[in-house]
C-alpha cells in the first residue's frame, strides 16, 4: 500500500501502543472493518417458525432484567460525590 506519511506515523504510533508491528496492527484492522461490512450486508435466514419467534420477541413488552436494573442504579465512580435519588 502506498501512503502518506502522515498515516504511516499514525499507525506506526497506534501499533507500538499496541506492542504491534505495522504489518500485523494493518492487517488486524482491515480485517476487522471488512467483517464489520461483511456482517452489515448479509443476509440473516431463518425458518417461517423462527421469523414468527423473532418477531414475538421484539413486539412484546419490555422485561427488567434484574441485573441491569441494579448496574443502572449504581452511582459511576465518577460521580461518587452525586447524592443517590429514589427508585
Known amino acids: 500500500m502506498r501512503l502518506p506519511d ?14 504491534r508491528s505495522r504489518t500485523d496492527f494493518v492487517r488486524d484492522a482491515a480485517v476487522r472493518a471488512a467483517e464489520e461490512v ?3 450486508t448479509t443476509p440473516i435466514r431463518m425458518t417461517a417458525e423462527g421469523f414468527d419467534a423473532f418477531l414475538a420477541a421484539v413486539s412484546g413488552p419490555a422485561v427488567p432484567v434484574p441485573e441491569m436494573v441494579e448496574l ?5 465512580p465518577w460521580e461518587a460525590d452525586r447524592p443517590v435519588t429514589g427508585e
Open 72 to 76: 443502572f442504579r449504581r452511582v459511576a
Open 6 to 19: 502522515t498515516d504511516i506515523a499514525i499507525i506506526d504510533r497506534a501499533a507500538r501502543l499496541r506492542g
Open 38 to 40: 461483511l456482517m452489515e
